[in-house]
């Protein structure tokens, strides 16, 4: 038995960290997975999904190097930039994997020079999108060992989990973390100018992070509390994106985008702000890439009220999400990497 271990820098769990466990879960025969992170609800969530957990202070070196010591794996994988730096310089033989396009990619500075020497001693380096390639300040070094590289999302399981009872109804979902990149504000204004429209229109907000006052206090000042709800995080989101009609991104900037394919993938159009890899998976026949707001709210108005044009937009987002569904191929280029991998 072969075996990989999963190194995560932080202690939550959110679109990486999700990213991670999945791939963990669907390993094929011959391989052993573990998820390697600091102590906290990214670990507890990972651990309830059945997945071997290790316990590690993934922000000092020395811990890194400590499990590697114990565990011996065939292979690490080393999620989003910093983490990456870190098991460079723990100089061990590892795969990078690129979530998020951070606005730093495009500028000279310390984190695009330390994502540089990322490129320089990985093995290959996964990015989610060609967005994350084409920003790169340094692309010419990433397009050496680079791998562009769709996430993947696990279709019988979403489904499976959307079909729990949910007991309430939106017409808008909106799943992020409530952090500034994911513009959870920018949603709450746009709520507000779709009430203009329709006054009794329902949002829910799935996702935690540190504009979670700042968001609440603005559902408040813009009078939003009989529309929107607030859930926070949640064990199982799918069930309240089925219940809604229709899925929203604000992001200002986006890796993957994988609320827009899991969205999709139940049925339901999609609209977002054409950023990063969320060009690759939404468009016209099954949402809108919404260059502004006032476009984005006309979009919303129309959908929820205009049936046949609902209708058509549904009927395809299945279709859109179908080609992010392919697990076995998505595995295999992942475990080839990790072959071509000397041992730890």
């Given amino acids: 038995m072969k075996t990989v271990i999963h190194f995560l820098i932080t202690d939550i769990y959110s679109g990486a960290e999700s990213v991670a466990a999945h791939i963990i879960k669907n390993l094929p025969s011959g391989w052993e997975g573990y998820y390697a992170a600091p102590a906290g609800s990214g670990l507890e969530k990972v651990s309830a999904m059945g997945i071997k957990t290790i316990e590690c202070n993934t922000s000092d070196i020395n811990d890194i190097k400590r499990v590697c010591r114990e565990y011996s794996p065939d292979a690490i994988h080393a999620h989003d930039p910093h983490m990456s730096f870190n098991c460079a310089r ?10 998020c396009n951070c606005p730093w990619l495009s500028k000279l500075c310390p984190n695009s020079i330390a994502l540089a020497y990322v490129c320089l001693r990985a093995s290959k380096v996964i990015c989610v999108s060609n967005s994350i390639v084409d920003s790169y300040i340094f692309k010419n070094i990433l397009k050496k060992k680079a791998a562009v590289l769709n996430n993947c999302i696990d279709a019988a399981e979403i489904r499976d989990l959307a079909l729990e009872p949910c007991g309430e109804s939106y017409d808008i979902c909106f799943t992020g973390r409530l952090e500034e990149e994911k513009g959870p504000l920018e949603f709450v204004r746009v709520v507000a100018d779709v009430k203009k429209a329709l006054p009794n229109v329902s949002a829910v907000m799935l996702g935690d992070g540190s504009l979670r006052k700042a968001t609440s206090a603005l559902i408040g000042e813009l009078n939003l509390g009989a529309n929107i709800t607030l859930k926070g995080f949640v064990d199982n989101p799918y069930k309240y994106m089925m219940a809604s009609k229709l899925g929203v991104l604000t992001s200002v900037v986006e890796g993957f985008g994988l609320a827009a394919a899991e969205q999709l993938l139940l049925g339901h159009p999609f609209l977002a702000y054409p950023v990063g890899g969320l060009t690759e998976i939404v468009n016209d026949r099954c949402g809108r890439l919404c260059r502004s707001r006032k476009e ?49």
């Avoid at 395809?316 to 730890?344: G, Q």
């Fill in 90 to 99: 723990a100089g061990i033989p590892f795969v990078a994997h690129l979530h």
């Fill in 296 to 344: 984005m709210c006309a979009e919303i108005v129309r959908l929820l009220s205009d049936s046949a044009y609902y209708a058509a937009k549904s009927s395809y987002a299945p279709m859109a999400a179908a080609r992010f569904a392919d697990m076995k191929s998505y595995m295999e280029s992942i475990t080839s990497w990790y072959s071509a991998l000397p041992k730890v």
